[in-house]
């Protein structure tokens, strides 16, 4: 499915449509030694000012595998049903685990070093 074996951290997922297009059920940690990745589209907050979100980041749920699996129910994406459904999912962290987590996001994108030039 892609993705599986990988550590990434330090990266910036700005503006993307969609920002990880994962498939597979198997869990993927995006995150390496505390250290995860900026996401534009990430909610949450930094109560310790450390840099690092206090709550972890999973970009996709099971709905967007779902829609991603069976593109003739793409209809259904922004009904009120699957707004709730959204919702319910997040508040009892019903697809925490699987896909990709980013168990420590970046609250603003990484700073990198300056070019050596040769």
Known sequence: ??????VLWDN????????VRYVGE??????????G????????WDMD???????????????????WIYPEARFLMDSPVTALL????????IDRGKGVTDSHPLMTPPVLPPAKES
């Open 86 to 93: 959204r919702w319910l999912a997040n508040q009892f962290e």
């Open 26 to 35: 198997k869990p993927l940690e995006w995150s390496h030694e505390g250290r």
């Open 49 to 67: 000012h450390d840099g690092i979100g206090d709550r972890a980041y999973q970009p996709n749920d099971s709905l967007d595998r779902i829609f």
């Open 12 to 19: 910036a997922f700005v503006d993307n449509q969609i920002q």
């Open 1 to 6: 499915m892609g993705g599986e074996g990988n």
């Open 37 to 44: 990745n900026f996401w534009s589209t990430y909610l949450g």
